[in-house]
T-cell receptor, first 114, second 115 residues
């Protein structure tokens, strides 16, 4: 019940295209869903996050779509750039005594070709 | 945002030895965590570092193997004890912002190789 499943494992997109990464969860107690971007040799950096009271959140070229009934959420990267090439992780956490504890998806290696 | 530094950034150690990793934050934070990222894998939470009390470990991780200290609100250490090659991973410190702020930051990680 603690798992977060992420797909695809890898994704190749042409410059200017749309990158879409999907995640699904089982535990309905999760109430916070962040996406992290990680470059080689670096720690993960928070990209964008959403709570289940909204269905979509947009920040620049990055959009999270959230489907509470399906227990799924996705990251859309519009106008993908070579500089977006990195590993992306979705995650989930809950409040209460588990506040701040993140359960991560398996990661997606994104390659954007120029 | 919180700025997190970790020392060392990387190390190569011999089997059976121990390594202590330091995590320093530039501001006082309530919640500090330690994660492990095995080669090419995702991140797994090891434990919550509690200030002034024993750390809270996740399933599969024990204090004897991963002792943690947190003497104040800006500093924590993780020790990887009696290392084996299976401990070769990136170890990451993270901090959570105040409840409700929905922010969590990660340090740059410590890349550990055990021979």
């Amino acid at each position: 019940q603690q798992q977060v499943k992420q797909s695809p494992q890898s994704l190749i997109v042409q410059k200017g295209g749309i990158s879409i990464i999907n995640c699904a969860y089982e535990n309905t107690a999760f109430d916070y869903f962040p996406w992290y971007q990680q470059f080689p040799g670096k720690g993960p950096a928070l990209l964008i996050a959403i709570r289940p009271d909204v269905s979509e959140k947009k920040e620049g070229r990055f959009t999270i779509s959230f489907n509470k009934s399906a227990k799924q959420f996705s990251l859309h990267i519009m106008d993908s750039q070579p500089g977006d090439s990195a590993t992306y992780f979705c995650a989930a956490s809950m409040g209460g005594t588990s506040y701040g504890k993140l359960t991560f998806g398996q990661g997606t290696i994104l390659t954007v070709h120029p | 945002s919180a700025v997190i530094s970790q020392k060392p950034s990387r190390d190569i150690c011999q089997r059976g030895t121990s390594l202590t990793i330091q995590c320093q934050v530039d501001s006082q934070v309530t919640m500090m965590f330690w994660y492990r990222q095995q080669p090419g894998q995702s991140l797994t939470l090891i434990a919550t570092a509690n200030q002034g009390s024993e750390a809270t470990y996740e399933s599969g991780f024990v204090i004897d193997k991963f002792p943690i200290s947190r003497p104040n609100l800006t500093f924590s250490t993780l020790t990887v004890s009696n290392m084996s090659p299976e401990d070769s991973s990136i170890y990451l410190c993270s901090v959570a912002g105040k409840r409700g702020t929905d922010t969590q930051y990660f340090g740059p990680g410590t890349r550990l190789t055990v021979l």
